[in-house]
C-alpha cells in the first residue's frame, strides 16, 4: 500500500482514517477538497478540474510516490482511481453519517472543531443534500467501484485499520 485513496461521502470518517493511515504507513495525505479550493493570499479559489489533476499528477510524481489521497467522488478524481494502488471505500451506515454532520456543525459552531468553509445552515443543507443524493446515486457509485475490482477495500469503521496489509 503506497498509493491509497479514500473516497467516501460527507462524514464518513475519511480524514480520521487518512490522519491514521499516514501516521501509522508514514504516507503523507492529503484533502482533496483543500486542492478544489486552494488558499491563496487573497481568500479561497476553486480551481478548475484540469487544475486539480495538474495538482494531483505534481503530488504523485514528488517525493517517493507514496500518497494518500482523501474526499468525495469528483470528475475531476477520476485519474486518482487508476493511479491507486488501493482504493478505500469508507461506508459508516446512513444513521451514522447524518449524526456526525450534526454533531460536526455543532463543533463548528462553538468553534471546537476547524474547517475550510463557512458552517452555516445552508453548508448543514447542503450536506445533508450531498448524502441523499450519493445514495439515490449509489447504484452508479457501485458500478463504478466493481471496475477496479481486487484494488477495492470497503471498510466501514475509519477508526480501525484491520483491513491494513
Not at 479550493?37 to 476553486?46: V, Y
Not at 452555516?120 to 443524493?133: N, S
Request: proline content about 2%; charged content about 30%.
Amino acid at each position: 500500500m503506497k498509493k491509497i485513496l479514500i473516497i467516501g461521502i460527507v462524514a464518513s470518517g475519511k480524514t480520521t482514517l487518512a490522519r491514521r493511515l499516514s501516521d501509522t504507513l508514514n504516507i503523507p495525505w492529503y484533502e482533496l477538497d483543500t486542492i478544489v479550493h486552494h488558499q491563496t493570499a487573497t481568500g479561497r479559489h476553486k480551481r478548475t478540474a484540469d487544475e486539480q489533476v495538474a495538482v494531483i499528477k505534481e503530488i504523485d510524481q514528488s517525493g517517493d510516490g507514496s500518497w494518500i489521497f482523501e474526499g468525495t467522488d469528483r470528475e475531476s478524481y477520476q485519474c486518482l482511481f487508476e493511479m491507486a494502488d488501493t482504493i478505500v471505500f469508507l461506508d459508516p451506515p446512513l444513521w451514522r453519517r447524518r449524526i456526525r454532520i450534526f454533531v460536526r456543525f455543532v463543533k463548528q459552531k462553538l468553534c471546537i472543531e476547524a474547517c475550510h468553509y463557512k458552517p452555516d445552515f445552508t453548508m448543514l443543507r447542503m450536506m445533508y443534500r450531498w448524502t441523499r443524493d450519493f445514495e439515490a446515486n449509489r447504484t452508479s457509485f457501485e458500478t463504478k467501484l466493481g471496475r477496479y475490482g481486487d484494488k477495492v477495500v470497503r471498510h466501514s469503521d475509519s477508526r480501525s485499520l484491520d483491513f491494513v496489509r
